[in-house]
């Protein structure tokens, strides 16, 4: 695939656009904002751009983003495996699961030593079943939980069964702790977090989302909104 660089760019034919994801902005945000820039740029009304895989507004990191006849591509590419950075912070829950509501539980948290954090992560590796968040873009009866959510009502939301390759604690000093996940794709890092907290008889949520990597595609090769912003404004 053609990944975008600047260089031989042609939006219809298609291009791969590895992006670096703002923060507080949605995947859609993202998709909107390229097309506009592009069909200003070519004169067009209409070009096919979409997302392979949608980051929560206040995830950062890795989007793919496809245009043209790549779009035919975007299944494939959210089969990819994913590798995240998650802050959590214990003692406290929010309905969400992250920062995006406020906290509204409150848990011990003296109890958990790293010891302990490593024993119990053992049993998040492997195939897994996983309850996604209601505050989550997943279907129920064919509109999003969140817009349900947001409504106040709490309808059920089915198990769904993921895979964790593996979780590496990168900082811990309680009751903030830092871990990288890889992962397969349908992967809800919020849930979790929730379910950590839980099997550590405790309570914990996501503070931080960072998305070093999704497929062949990282974080070290992902442009900034700007520097697409100028790539397209100069073709």
Known sequence: MQIFDGNNVDF?????????????????????????????QYKVDKLRVGHAGTLDPMATGVLLICTGKYTKSIDLLQDGNKEYIAGLKFGVTTPSYDSETEEDESFAWEHITRTLFEEKLLQFTGDIEQIPPLFSAVKLDGKRAYKIARKGRNPEVKTRNVRIDSIAIEHFEMPFVTIRVKCSKGTYI?????????????????????????????????????EIENIIRNL
């Open 12 to 40: 219809f034919e298609g291009q791969l656009i590895v992006v670096n994801k703002p923060l507080g902005w949605t995947s859609f945000d993202v998709v909107n904002k390229i097309r506009h820039l592009s069909c200003k």
């Open 190 to 226: 919020r849930a979790l977090v929730r379910d950590i907290g839980e099997a550590l008889g405790s309570g914990a949520y996501l503070t931080r989302l960072i998305r070093t990597r999704s497929g062949n595609y990282s974080l070290e090769n992902a442009l900034d909104i700007d």
